[in-house]
T-cell receptor, first 115, second 115 residues
């Protein structure tokens, strides 16, 4: 079965600083990988996804992520954080089960942005 | 309405009550999901419906009963819940087609409190 590990429960950065959120996955085949963001009281919104091809993926809001098969990682990055980026971030890996797509989510990383 | 909507947004119920959560997707998708999101726990997949048939049930207690009358609507019927069932319940939808899998679109969730 697939699994996702987000080793950082909380990350605190200053506004304007760079950001990297870590995600490691376990899956026997080529994974479908996703990063979602959740603002307080809201559902999850997709930031970016990786299915195949270029291992550096660009997403919305200036985020990018790099798939590294050798490290089983899919880390999320942003060169300059804005105060509005404060939210919960979830990494997810998708696997096919019985012909349907069954995603597994990590525990999430809470991003705190200092002015 | 656009995207995925959920009603009610907040629900307080006693342990002997019966209530239902409703989810509607306006995206033309063919798969729908129920998730439970508790504080400090990973997102828990509860049910998956693909083409209106249940394809996944992650050993959810029988006090939770899903219903998917058509591809646009998903219900979660609740009865004799426990206080530990208090959580944010998220609905999501996605489009599955011929082995090509896509991201999920989430609703804002229903905040459930069981007294």
């Amino acid at each position: 079965a697939q699994s996702v590990t987000q080793p950082d429960i909380h990350i605190t950065v200053s506004e304007g600083a760079s950001l990297e959120l870590r995600c490691n996955y376990s899956y026997g085949a080529t994974p479908y990988l996703f990063w979602y963001v959740q603002s307080p009281g809201q559902g999850l919104q997709l930031l970016l996804k990786y299915f195949s091809g270029d291992t550096l993926v660009q997403g919305i809001k200036g985020f990018e992520a790099e798939f590294k098969r050798s490290q089983s990682s899919f880390n999320l990055r942003k060169p300059s954080v804005h105060w509005s980026d404060a939210a919960e971030y979830f990494c997810a890996v998708g696997a096919v089960s019985g012909g349907s797509y069954i995603p597994t989510f990590g525990r999430g990383t809470s991003l705190i942005v200092h002015p | 309405e656009t995207g995925v909507t959920q009603t009610p947004r907040h629900l307080v119920m006693g342990m002997t009550n019966k209530k239902s959560l409703k989810c509607e997707q306006h995206l033309g998708h063919n798969a729908m999901y129920w998730y439970k999101q508790s504080a400090k726990k990973p997102l828990e997949l509860m049910f998956v419906y693909s083409l209106e048939e249940r394809v996944e049930n992650n050993s959810v207690p029988s006090r939770f009963s899903p219903e998917c009358p058509n591809s646009s609507h998903l219900f979660l019927h609740l009865h004799t819940l426990q206080p530990e069932d208090s959580a944010l319940y998220l609905c999501a939808s996605s489009q599955e087609s011929g082995g090509s899998y896509n991201e999920q679109f989430f609703g804002p969730g229903t905040r459930l409190t069981v007294l």
